[in-house]
């Protein structure tokens, strides 16, 4: 499954959005480059760098049922998150959050939702933070979105500010990632086939959560229909594997329905026996790397092929 927000903090239920902005560049421990200063007087604890990974944003108050986003939207992008700390200060957590709406709203922002944990309408969903456990009795979260004008890409800002005397601001650059750098044709899935029996494909891309091909994933799908055609007495398992974000049931379910979508565009856009191909799910049972990195998580979504 593909990365979520979730995975990033522990409560994330607000969203804005912005409009034009200048330049973006890479945070630093003042806020340079987070498109609004820290708050003054913030000291700077750390920043991670969380590489290109898929997001799933909620856009409105949760859902009552544990774990529940409610609304959402999807979004791709390069994600920083520099965390500060405001224990020397005597601000309520109130008093940061509005001082970062309004400093977005002077930047021209414009502020789409907004919420606030103290009743907890927007702290029900249960994630895993990246750093440490937060009381969530009197959050505030600001997440805001604009377009950068001189280079066209589209950045999100979200902002933090727990109990716990600290605030987090996430940075999510929405610029494509480098594709087409590790390219896969029919001959090169022979040779893994006849030394392994058996061949990864990473070119093969669907929709989250869903088993929806995606239009990039045709150029893979075209070689391994060539490869079927040049060798005609070839069958293969298709095989879907997932990381292990979520249920192991809902990651088979998915794993599996992902391989039928690709056997499926095989035989009825390529022309592909029907019965030279068998689609599988494996959920998250045979990671080829560690899931406890986004790296790890993403070499291990995948569809392979499997020589019968």
Known sequence: MAFSLGHFFKFLPALLACSALTAWSDPGPSGDGLLVKAYEGSEFERMKELGFVQLELPTGTPDAAPGGLGKTQVLEGYVTKVDYSTSSLKRSTLEIARNYEQALVDAGFKLLFKCAGKARNCAKPKFDPVFGEFPYADEHYLIARATDKATSEVLTIAIRVPES????????????????????????????????????????????????????????????????????????????????????????????????????????????????????????????????????????????????
């Not at 095989?266 to 494996?282: C, E, F, S, T």
């Not at 998580?297 to 995948?302: F, G, M």
């Open 165 to 308: 005397h600290h605030h987090h601001i996430f940075v999510v650059r929405a610029k494509a990632m480098d594709t087409g750098m590790a390219k896969v044709d029919a001959a090169a899935m022979h040779k893994g086939l006849e030394q392994t029996g058996h061949m990864a494909l990473y070119g093969i891309q669907f929709e989250f959560g869903k088993s929806t091909l995606k239009p990039e994933s045709a150029p893979v799908l075209a070689e391994v229909a060539t490869l079927l055609r040049q060798a005609a007495k070839l069958k293969l398992h298709v095989v879907g594997h997932t990381d292990n974000v979520g249920t192991f049931d809902a990651n088979m379910a998915l794993s599996k329905a992902r391989a039928a979508s690709v056997v499926d565009a095989l035989v009825k856009q390529h022309g592909i026996a029907a019965n030279r191909l068998m689609p599988h799910g494996a959920s998250s049972i045979a990671p080829v790397a560690t899931n406890r990195s986004d790296a790890g998580r993403a070499e291990n979504r995948r569809v392979e092929l499997v020589e019968m």
